[in-house]
Every structure is written in C-alpha cells, then in structure tokens.
C-alpha cells in the first residue's frame, strides 16, 4: 500500500440527486465492467481541484428501480475509474421523531433485510469472507459532521439504517418491529453497496436523507407526494452545498486508511491460489487486484 494516496471522490446520488452541479472539466463517460452496465455513464470532474466522480445511482430520470440496481458494477466502475472512497448519498424514511423530515443522518450501521440482490464479487472459484462489522469509514464519517454542522444543516451522527428490499414501502407491523430494533431510519439502496464497497476495499460513508416519517408515525397517512418532492428536492439541494464542503476536508493526499477499509482483503481469500478460476479472477481485476496480484 502505497504511503500517499492522492484521494479520488467517488459520490453516489439516490432519488432526487442525479447530478452535481460545480464540477469543472465535466465529461460523461460511459465505464464497462465485467459485472454489466452501471446505471449510468459516470460523471468525471474536478471540485475545487479534487478529482471526483459522480454516479446517479437509479440513472438520469431515475429508470431504474433499487431490486434492480447493478451494485456490483456500479462499484467496480467507480474502482476501476480509481476511486479511494465513496459518499453515498440516499432518501430514507425516519423510524424517530426525533429525525423529521429534512434531517440528515450520517448512519455508522446497517441491517440487511433485502433478499433478491446478488451482494458479493466473490464466489465459485474465488472465496472470500471479509468483516462488515463496522461498514462506514469513521475518517469520512468524521469529514462529513464537520462538514454538515460548518454548513448549519440539520445533522445527526450515528444511526442505524435498516434496507429493505422494496419497492412496496412497510407494512406498519414491519415499521413497528425495526422501531423495536432500534433502528434510526429506513430505505431500499445502501445494500449491497456497502458490502461491495469494503470487498473492493474502498473507504465509503452515508448520509442518510429523510424525507418523511415512515408509516409508524400517527401523521403518516396526511403525508402527500407533493410534500415528500418538495422535501426531496430540497434535501438534494443540501446534499450539492455538502458536497462541495466536504471534498476539500478530503483533498489531502493520505496514507493507508486508519479504519483499514482499503486493506479488508488482506486476510479474506480462502480458495487455495491452485484452485482459483481463471475466469473469476478476470473479472475481479478491479476490485481486488491488489491482492490477487501479490498471491
């Protein structure tokens, strides 16, 4: 691992953030992967001198529902495109009153509840099993508080964020028992993102954007899609001026990550070097060369 690594900003817009306003030298480029197409041509710029790369997570005009989302090609094209760690950005609903809508959570777990998406790079003739123990990157994590409380934004750090498959919304039954767990918000994108991202050992952090009380909540059914959009939209706004605020907190080139994120496949490869696919091997070039090629 190289004692200086020169940060790429790789940012993952959910509903209503499709595109980043600021970037210079902007150019849509689309990326192939072996995993198929991303859900969009990705977005090459710079911010304020750093290099970043935006990719609209349900592509442009949002086509794209999250069941049918290709996490692992949207992750290998950002690694691939040389991304060092990722900002995802997401609309959720709120399991607390305490977190209304345009409340901003900046989320340090994640309960996996989805069951219809393929969540590794790994399998037949390549096996690996790394730790998601602690999925976000508390140096990003870190950046983004700073970030969003220089900003005035409304800001809680640590939460849960429960992902559920979709596309229907809970039963309230559903609301009730992940309210029991304990769980802080509640959406239908951040997994298997956040797998994939550690198994292609990029540093990643979520700020998690409510837009509305899930159906727990007594006033729920008053909720209109016109006040969720208007709510949206303006969290989208706040998500640009974040954007912009953070990169520059990230600009500086680092050494390896103290979380270890960029090194979670040190000690993951079970399949004998032998006994190893080629053709697997092939396609995980990207994400996991690193390793590969020292084996």
């Not at 959720?92 to 393929?118: C, M, N, W, Y």
Request: glycine letters at 8%; one cysteine or more.
């Amino acid at each position: 691992m190289s004692a200086s690594i020169k940060p790429v900003i790789g940012l993952i817009g959910g509903s209503g953030l499709y595109d980043i306003d600021g970037l210079e030298d902007r150019e849509w480029r689309k990326v192939a992967t072996p995993w198929g197409d991303p859900s969009d041509e990705l977005l090459f710029g710079r911010l304020g001198g750093v290099r970043c790369i935006f990719l609209p997570r349900h592509g442009r005009g949002h086509p794209t529902p999250p069941s049918a989302l290709n996490y692992r090609a949207n992750i290998d094209a950002l690694k691939r495109s040389g991304v060092t760690e990722i900002l995802s950005l997401s609309a959720v609903g709120s399991l607390k009153a305490e977190l209304p809508p345009g409340h901003f959570v900046i989320v340090d777990q994640f309960i996996d509840r989805t069951f219809a998406r393929e969540k590794s790079f790994f399998g037949c003739g390549c096996v690996a099993h790394v730790s998601v123990a602690h999925p976000i990157c508390s140096r990003l994590g870190d950046a983004l508080e700073d970030a969003a409380r220089g900003l005035a934004l409304p800001v809680t750090r640590g939460g849960t964020y429960l992902v559920m498959e979709g596309p229907q919304f809970s039963t309230k039954a559903e609301s009730e028992l992940y309210r029991s767990w304990g769980c802080s918000v509640i959406g239908m994108t951040n997994m298997p993102e956040a797998k994939l991202a550690r198994e292609a050992e990029l540093c990643y952090a979520t700020v998690a954007m409510v837009t509305d009380f899930d159906c727990w909540h007594p006033d729920h059914d008053h909720v209109t899609v016109d006040q969720v959009v208007k709510v949206l939209f303006a969290n989208a706004d706040k998500a640009r001026a974040l954007v912009k605020a953070v990169v520059p907190k990230l600009a500086a080139p680092r050494g390896p990550c103290p979380a270890g994120c960029d090194r979670a496949l040190d000690h993951a490869l079970i399949t004998a070097p032998e006994q190893r696919d080629p053709a697997m091997l092939a396609k995980l070039d990207a994400v996991a060369g690193r390793v590969l090629r020292a084996t």
